[in-house]
């Protein structure tokens, strides 16, 4: 059997095509797809150009597939889920089963291969949902970075500039952030960073960057740096704990999945995750993704069809997603 698998972000846009065993027969890798974030003519523009180049590549594989799930960042708030059906539609036989998603969905399954559970992404932006084993969902936060969006990149370089200009007042300890933050935007005092600060790009982009000196920082035992990442930690488990009593779980651990570049400094995150849950005695799994989000794709289409992959399909088509030429 196979699959059409889309993961559409706001940076990038990734689909393939798709077996069980995990071998792949088309693949793009192309812009990003958030309709929220562009036209929407160059959003049906996109899904249009992927679904042809996949066609041409294996035109006899794409006329066989079976199922499609696109897991895509902002169809839900546009409510544009019949956009991509009926564009998808165009091109596949009236047989294939078609859904479209949130992108947090298939950022779950990259990490429970398929199980219920809830994710916790943390990038530039930071959401919690959950979904159980009806596919039932329930969001906490990402309410958007004026207010809201805790232990994002950008709440993290928030914090990190917020703690140089206490420690530059007196109003705070002294902090190697300081120096790593000047060095980062090019000048010599504390004062000249308003500038940089207050330019012409978004916020999000000049200050989420910023996140990643905490963890440089605070591996070399700066007190400040490692209390941005506690405060972090808390803000995660107030989220995710709202999550989990928000909705029904069937017996044993929920996997939690950390999504996001925040997470790629998993060591500063799952043992204190892992002390709030077990102060106050909840079945909380935290774990890291084993795939890309497209990998979870992949699982989503063939988990709608009923189908059951093996135990070697992980291993395969991580092997074969970067043989396969995009």
């Given at each position: 059997?196979?699959?059409?698998?889309?993961?559409?972000?706001?940076?990038?846009?990734?689909?393939?095509?798709?077996?069980?065993?995990?071998?792949?027969?088309?693949?793009?890798?192309?812009?990003?797809?958030?309709?929220?974030?562009?036209?929407?003519?160059?959003?049906?523009?996109?899904?249009?150009?992927?679904?042809?180049?996949?066609?041409?590549?294996?035109?006899?594989?794409?006329?066989?597939?079976?199922?499609?799930?696109?897991?895509?960042?902002?169809?839900?708030?546009?409510?544009?889920?019949?956009?991509?059906?009926?564009?998808?539609?165009?091109?596949?036989?009236?047989?294939?089963?078609?859904?479209?998603?949130?992108?947090?969905?298939?950022?779950?399954?990259?990490?429970?291969?398929?199980?219920?559970?809830?994710?916790?992404?943390?990038?530039?932006?930071?959401?919690?949902?959950?979904?159980?084993?009806?596919?039932?969902?329930?969001?906490?936060?990402?309410?958007?970075?004026?207010?809201?969006?805790?232990?994002?990149?950008?709440?993290?370089?928030?914090?990190?500039?917020?703690?140089?200009?206490?420690?530059?007042?007196?109003?705070?300890?002294?902090t190697a952030l300081t120096d790593v933050v000047l060095r980062y935007f090019s000048v010599e005092n504390v004062p000249?960073?308003?500038?940089?600060?207050?330019?012409?790009?978004?916020?999000?982009?000049?200050?989420?960057?910023?996140?990643?000196?905490?963890?440089?920082?605070?591996?070399k035992g700066d007190h400040a740096a490692i209390s941005i990442i506690e405060d972090a930690c808390k803000k995660y488990?107030?989220?995710?704990?709202?999550?989990?009593?928000?909705?029904?779980?069937?017996?044993?651990?929920?996997?939690?999945?950390?999504?996001?570049?925040?997470?790629?400094?998993?060591?500063?995150?799952?043992?204190?995750?892992?002390?709030?849950?077990?102060?106050?005695?909840?079945?909380?799994?935290?774990?890291?993704?084993?795939?890309?989000?497209?990998?979870?794709?992949?699982?989503?289409?063939?988990?709608?069809?009923?189908?059951?992959?093996?135990?070697?399909f992980v291993e395969a088509f991580l092997k074969n997603y970067e043989q396969v030429g995009s």
């Amino acid at each position: 059997m196979y699959v059409l698998a889309i993961d559409g972000g706001g940076t990038k846009t990734s689909a393939v095509i798709c077996d069980e065993q995990g071998n792949i027969y088309a693949k793009v890798v192309t812009n990003r797809s958030n309709p929220t974030a562009m036209d929407v003519q160059y959003f049906k523009s996109t899904i249009h150009d992927i679904l042809q180049n996949l066609q041409q590549q294996n035109p006899q594989v794409f006329a066989a597939i079976d199922s499609c799930f696109a897991g895509m960042a902002g169809v839900k708030e546009l409510q544009a889920e019949e956009v991509v059906v009926s564009i998808v539609r165009q091109y596949v036989d009236k047989t294939v089963a078609i859904f479209v998603d949130n992108d947090a969905l298939i950022a779950l399954y990259a990490g429970t291969l398929g199980k219920a559970g809830i994710v916790q992404i943390a990038g530039t932006g930071a959401i919690t949902m959950g979904y159980d084993s009806e596919q039932h969902f329930h969001r906490v936060g990402g309410w958007g970075y004026l207010f809201d969006d805790e232990g994002s990149g950008y709440d993290l370089g928030v914090q990190v500039l917020k703690t140089i200009f206490q420690s530059y007042d007196g109003r705070g300890d002294s902090t190697a952030l300081t120096d790593v933050v000047l060095r980062y935007f090019s000048v010599e005092n504390v004062p000249q960073l308003i500038e940089c600060i207050y330019g012409a790009e978004h916020p999000r982009t000049v200050m989420a960057p910023l996140s990643k000196y905490v963890f440089d920082v605070a591996e070399k035992g700066d007190h400040a740096a490692i209390s941005i990442i506690e405060d972090a930690c808390k803000k995660y488990y107030v989220a995710i704990k709202a999550c989990y009593f928000h909705m029904a779980w069937e017996q044993g651990n929920v996997p939690v999945v950390l999504v996001g570049g925040v997470f790629n400094n998993e060591a500063f995150f799952i043992p204190k995750l892992q002390q709030f849950t077990q102060a106050d005695e909840l079945p909380l799994q935290f774990l890291t993704p084993v795939l890309q989000p497209i990998g979870g794709a992949v699982i989503a289409a063939f988990k709608q069809i009923n189908v059951q992959l093996g135990s070697d399909f992980v291993e395969a088509f991580l092997k074969n997603y970067e043989q396969v030429g995009s």
